[in-house]
C-alpha cells in the first residue's frame, strides 16, 4: 500500500529546534525520516511525500535518504504550501487511484497503528480515521489536537474548536480516492483543510473512525510534544 506524507508547511511553533521541520532530528533522526521508517516496518512498500516550504532542500533530502534506505519515495512539489493542508493532498490526486494510507510529516506514531489499519476492510468510497477515546490523556494538548465527534465507527463532526467530541485525531488515514472529491467540495466552499473534507465525507455518511485503543502517538508540533516525543523514544514506547 502507499503511503501519502504531508511536509509542506512552515512549522514555525518548531523553528527553534531547526528552520526546516520535517529535518528536525529527534534523538538523532529527522522526523520525516522516522515517519516513513515506521510506516515501512508496519508493511507500507510506496511512498509519496508532498514538499512546499524550502522544498528543493527537503526534495534533496528526501532523495538521500531514498537511496539510502532503498524504499522508494516519490517527491511531489505543492505550490499552495502555505494554504491549509488538504492542498497538499490534492497536489497527489494524479498519483494515487487505489487506497492509501495518509498522515502528516511530525506525527509519530505506534506502528501497529499502520498495521491495524491497513488491516482493516477497506469500505469503497470512504475514509477511515484513525482515533483516540483516550482524550483525557495527558500526552497530546487537548487545547491543540483536532477533536473528533463519533457515533459508533462513523464520524460525525471533526474541528479544532468543536464542543461536543468524544475522540482525539491522529492524523493517520485510510483513504480510497473519494478523499480527492471532499477536498474539492470543500474547497470550493472555501475550507483548504483535511478536516474541511472529512466533514464533507460525513455529511455523505462516507466518514469512518478506526479506534486505535490504548496506542500513543504524539504531534510533534511545538517544544513541549518535542520532549515527550524524545522521551517515548528513549523508553522504547514509540
Not at 490526486?93 to 494510507?101: R, S
Not at 477511515?128 to 487537548?142: R, S
Not at 493517520?172 to 464533507?200: K, R, W
Request: proline share 5%; charged share 25%; aromatic share 8%.
Amino acid at each position: 500500500m502507499k503511503c501519502l506524507i504531508v511536509a509542506a508547511g512552515q512549522g514555525t511553533r518548531l523553528r527553534e529546534k531547526g528552520e526546516l521541520k520535517p529535518l528536525i532530528p529527534i534523538k538523532g533522526v529527522p522526523l520525516i525520516e522516522r515517519v516513513i521508517k515506521t510506516a515501512h516496518n508496519a508493511g507500507v512498500d510506496d511512498f509519496l511525500v508532498v514538499t512546499g516550504y524550502r522544498a528543493e532542500e527537503l526534495q534533496t533530502k528526501l532523495g538521500e535518504f531514498s537511496a539510502r534506505e532503498n524504499i522508494h519515495v516519490t517527491r511531489i512539489f505543492n505550490r499552495g504550501w502555505d494554504r491549509a493542508n488538504g492542498i497538499s493532498v490534492l497536489a497527489a490526486k494524479q498519483f494515487l487511484d487505489e487506497p492509501f494510507l495518509l498522515t502528516m510529516c511530525d506525527h509519530l506514531v505506534d506502528p501497529e497503528i499502520f498495521r491495524s489499519l491497513m488491516a482493516e476492510p477497506v469500505v469503497p468510497e470512504t475514509v477511515t480515521l484513525a482515533v483516540d477515546f483516550n482524550i483525557d490523556n495527558p500526552l497530546n494538548d487537548p487545547e491543540d489536537v483536532t477533536r473528533v465527534k463519533c457515533t459508533g465507527d462513523r464520524l460525525e463532526h471533526i474541528g479544532k474548536v468543536i464542543r461536543d467530541f468524544n475522540a482525539f485525531d491522529t492524523g493517520v488515514f485510510l483513504c480510497t480516492p473519494v478523499m480527492f472529491d471532499a477536498l474539492e467540495e470543500s474547497q470550493a466552499h472555501g475550507d483548504d483543510s483535511i478536516s474541511g473534507a472529512m466533514n464533507v465525507l460525513a455529511r455523505w455518511n462516507k466518514a469512518r473512525v478506526f479506534n486505535i485503543g490504548d496506542r500513543l502517538w504524539v504531534d510533534v508540533d511545538d517544544p513541549v510534544a518535542f520532549a515527550k516525543a524524545e522521551k517515548l523514544l528513549a523508553t522504547g514506547q514509540l
